[in-house]
């Protein structure tokens, strides 16, 4: 198992930035834009042959369900990659702190590091529950976060103004 | 819209026994016995027609999917039969406190009511993080709890003797 803690900044930056890939289609899609990857360091870490092993966006309108959001499409996915509903040493990246459901099925999945781009102060699982680091729940999630930050926190804000435009 | 608190106990015994079906179906399959039903109340409430919008069991180890908690699958089901991702004015009757993750999810699907049957004061989404009611998130949902409430938990303890008894 690598020291997920250890990993460079420029690699967190390259993996964010598939993530925010999938929330620029969620965005095209009408969906409120965050997007999600999930990734499984192997070797070295993360900078040679890391294996994607789930990516999700956003699609509760499409899908007509409040269950689908980024994290939980790509947990989904990542856990059909692997065969198992444990994703232990695997790192999930999304664009936006995860909201209270997300950080539950984050804990569930036993992801050990979640590197995210703009915080949630008002709402997130994590700034308003702390849910990722509880000493209640039998795993425990450390968080990177700001990765990308100016560029997810602007997706956002694009998506809303347009909205509030009527674009 | 019917007043959801002006229920009477016996109808939700009634819809709570069907989420009991479900758990035992669970248990069936060797996963953790958890069942949800969600129920859309019409004309005068519960008794005559009312419809049932979903089901769900738990079915995290055959699915390798730590999202599929009864809940979820209740939730995106109920989600299907409405076209629409907001369940407003319905009833979530589940065996046991929600996690954090269901718990969550019930809140962005705007279920202004749930019931269940045994509590988790461990690490339930309510008894630990209160997020069912929380003023941080947009909607809340009221709680009833203890409905058959012994049946819930005999079932779960049931479960999980019959485990370490190697049954």
Redesign the interface.
């Known amino acids: 198992m690598i020291d997920v803690s250890a990993i460079p900044m420029e690699e967190h930056v390259r993996f964010m930035r598939l993530a925010l890939e999938e929330a620029r289609a969620a965005e095209l899609a009408d969906e409120v834009p965050a997007g999600c990857v999930i990734v499984e360091p192997t070797g070295d870490g993360l900078s040679a042959d890391a294996r994607i092993l789930g990516r999700g966006r956003n699609s ?2 499409a ?6 959001h980024a994290e ?1 499409r790509a ?2 996915e990542a ?2 990659a ?6 232990d040493g695997t790192i999930l990246y999304v664009t936006k702190e995860p ?7 984050i ?4 992801i050990p590091l979640v590197v995210w781009g703009m915080s949630d102060p ?2 997130g ?1 994590q700034s ?4 990722l680091d ?1 000493e ?3 795993n425990r999630s450390a968080v990177v976060d700001g990765v990308c930050g100016e560029e997810c926190l602007e997706m956002m804000r694009g998506f809303f103004r347009a909205r509030r435009r009527g674009g």
Chains 1, 2 share one sequence.
Do not use: Q
Request: proline share 2%.
């Open positions: 509760v309108e899908a007509h369900d409040p269950t689908a939980m947990i989904s856990c059909r692997r065969g198992d509903f444990r994703l909201c209270a459901m997300c950080a539950g099925a804990v569930l999945a036993r008002a709402r699982g308003v529950f702390g849910i509880s209640a729940l039998i």
